[in-house]
């Protein structure tokens, strides 16, 4: 267990400047798959059934496996699975994908399939083209694939995976799709592409669905970037389309989050409780303005707050977000009625170390593009500041135009009650409705999942720091080495990484290649329960689709 530091003192994590961007066609860096173990004090097992556990959350009907069927693990985005993680030492199968896959999915049949963005589509010739791929369950080969038509870049990357084990998607058609695989006479596998729906009546031209999710009447849930939220019933006609426009200038780059006659919505100025009439028409139930920055942050995709709302709590009676401040705050609120239940600093930082609760502390900003982890009456954050995508990927400048990334990740406890202070603010270790339990200063770069049967936050992460030396020196460590010293990412070690949601320490870490063919790029994985065994994790990197855990 690790020690805490003596009072007064605090951990901080060291910047590392940044370089500049780098293609990956700068440097071909040698690929590995050996495993690193750490001192068997770190790797010991979680407790099998944390105190922060929770039972799944709710599915509504259609939607396919515990877990694996959402991008944040079910119908809640609590980015939570049943299960176990990929283990201490786990084997790793790969193949290129000629793509980088935002999102996988795995069904009832046990084979993976991935939203992905190839970086040129064949049919017809287009660039970055939107696509479906399915890959053998052992080997991670991509067995068929389709192309569909392109809108929004990385458009469907909220998409989710029915309970006939095809990705629901919409494509740059405005239309709702069903994309499923079969296996042909001859033997091998071919994609299926069935329409369910055209958006188009709703969705303007020029705008793109960004969200879906399956609503608990039968109907199925979508957003679009311009602010559009509506429901639809799929084999209905235009009659069975609705939607209502939410405020101008209100842009949505972020999940759906649903409930039985309902759902959450975030945009980049406000939360929203939507609740849908028994026709499907959304109406808006409360709005809840946030605090909005200057202009996009290094590390945010948007100007706006980065996180799908997540429903929580008994009942899931609780939403939590994080805001958009110069210093973000985590705010929790009442589902029904919009009541602030807490508030407190989403981070312990530098320039925030007044809710520091075990000493540790994060350098310099801090903010999150990922959604919020929750199990129990826990919620875990972790810090994007400074993190560098792609030009494209990401909407206006930042300011500062880039920030080194520090990383790092905490875990605040919420009174289930749901009672606190006059004012609703927590800091620190206090006892208010809301309180910080760890930090760890991990620097993980992928979306963070929690496997609930051993109480471990998977992801893959930048390794560990190196010692310079200097050049030519008996102990320099090389010029890939020396480089990971300059750069916050794209060169050096990735690895799988595991923390113990109780403590926030790391139990186990082992090796996977190296940046940048295997940048991480915040991509979302997912893993397959195996029962009480190790479950077998499913995550994308730049070039390669990765299978991790038993053989």
Not at 240 to 267: C, D, F, H, M, Q
């Amino acid at each position: 267990m690790r020690r805490k530091p003596p009072a007064g003192t605090v951990r901080v994590a060291r910047r590392v400047s940044a370089a500049g961007a780098v293609t990956a066609a700068a440097l071909i860096v040698g690929l590995g798959t050996g495993a690193v173990l750490l001192p068997a004090s770190a790797t010991a097992q979680a407790p099998s059934a944390p105190a922060v556990a929770a039972p799944q959350a709710a599915a509504p009907p259609g939607l396919g496996p515990a877990g694996t069927a959402t991008v944040h693990g079910d119908a809640a985005s609590t980015d939570t699975l049943p299960g176990r993680g990929p283990g201490t030492t786990p084997a790793v199968a790969s193949a290129l994908t000629g793509a980088t896959c935002s999102t996988v999915f795995v069904g009832t049949d046990g084979l993976p399939v991935a939203l992905c963005t190839s970086y040129v589509g064949l049919t017809p010739p287009t660039p970055l083209a939107p696509t479906v791929k399915l890959f053998h369950p052992d080997t991670a080969a991509v067995l068929a694939e389709v192309q569909l038509a392109k809108g929004a870049l990385l458009g469907g990357v909220y998409g989710y995976l029915d309970d006939r084990d095809r990705v629901v998607v919409a494509d740059g058609n405005r239309r709702l799709l069903a994309v499923g695989h079969e296996r042909t006479d001859a033997g091998p596998w071919r994609m299926t592409v069935d329409v369910l729906a055209d958006l188009s009546p709703a969705v303007p031209a020029g705008d793109a669905v960004t969200g879906l999710m399956p609503a608990f009447d039968g109907r199925v849930w979508f957003a679009t970037s311009g602010g559009v939220v509506g429901t639809v019933r799929p084999g209905g006609d235009d009659d069975e389309l609705r939607s209502l426009a939410l405020p101008a200038g209100e842009k949505i780059t972020n999940g759906l989050t649903v409930r039985p006659g309902g759902a959450s919505v975030i945009t980049t100025r406000a939360l929203y409780e939507i609740d849908s009439s028994e026709d499907g028409t959304p109406s808006v139930r409360w709005r809840r303005g946030y605090e909005v920055g200057q202009a996009r942050k290094p590390g945010l995709l948007a100007h706006g707050s980065g996180t799908t709302p997540t429903y929580f709590g008994p009942g899931d009676s609780l939403v939590a977000i994080t805001d958009d401040a110069e210093h973000p705050e985590v705010i929790v609120l009442r589902r029904d009625d919009g009541s602030q239940v807490c508030r407190m600093p989403a981070f312990a930082t530098t320039l925030r170390p007044d809710s520091a609760a075990d000493g540790v502390l994060i350098d310099g900003p801090a903010a999150t593009e990922n959604s919020i982890i929750a199990s129990g009456n826990a919620l875990v954050l972790v810090n994007t500041y400074g993190f560098e995508y792609p030009p494209f990927a990401v909407d206006g400048p930042a300011v500062p135009p880039s920030a080194p990334y520090t990383g790092g990740m905490t875990r605040i406890d919420v009174r289930s009650d749901g009672a606190g202070g006059p004012d609703g603010v927590g800091v620190g270790a206090g006892d208010d409705a809301c309180s910080r339990a760890w930090t760890s200063l991990s620097r993980t770069a992928s979306l963070p999942k929690l496997t609930t049967g051993d109480g471990q936050i998977h992801a893959l992460a930048y390794g560990p720091p190196r010692v310079l030396s200097a050049p030519g020196s008996a102990t320099d460590p090389g010029l890939a080495s020396a480089l990971d010293q300059g750069l916050a990412q794209k060169f050096g070690p990735v690895d799988v990484t595991s923390t113990d949601v109780e403590t926030g320490r790391e139990v186990a870490r082992s090796f996977l290649g190296h940046a940048p063919l295997d940048e991480p790029m915040e991509l979302t994985g997912t893993i397959a329960s195996r029962g009480d065994a190790p479950g077998v994790m499913w995550q994308p990197t730049l070039t390669r689709m990765l299978r991790i855990g038993p053989a």
